[in-house]
């Protein structure tokens, strides 16, 4: 079978499984979705989803956050874990959105992973999410369940990301991201897949 019937099959398997396709992450302006994401690093998106409504409620501008005492946010969110450097970049992240982009966090890839702390998961995150564009968010589960499934042989996440546009259609990249999210923690797990009770595994590599 080859790699892009087999994606068709896994999408709509989890499409049906899974009908509402959105962030775990909670933000409601594009900006806040960008701190969001830098704080889920090393971090679950429950504990990210305690965090932020402290501070959303204390910086409510980009203003405030380029005016910011890095320690008051670094109190904040400590529980998030690496909040020296989290916070630092939140800051700097502020300042990069308001001097050179106008205050609108940016719709491309260059000009977000301009900005400090971005990477390509959380600018593929805010392209996919904010402008509805076509995204591959390779984090650790995509990467994982895709490898599982057979749909790319990598564990570098750019790799995984350029893999899967290639085979994925494009106005279902963003959801089956989203989609393979949860289906990773709830049935395809790190520590082990359950295939018995898994919806893909009529087309899965790895049980056939």
Known sequence: MRKKERAELLIQ???????KAICSL?????????????????CTDARVNLVTPALFDNYRSLDDYCNADVRDIEAIIKSCGFYHAKARDIIEMAKGVKERFNGIVPDNIEDLTSLQGVGRKTANLIIGDVYGKPAVVADTHLIRISNRMGLCDSKDPKKVEEELKKILPPDESNDFCHRCVLHGRETCTARKADCENCVCNEWCKKII
């Open 13 to 19: 398997a989890l499409k049906e499984k899974y009908p």
């Open 26 to 42: 909670t933000a409601q302006t594009p900006f806040e979705l960008l701190v969001a994401t830098r704080l889920s690093a090393q």
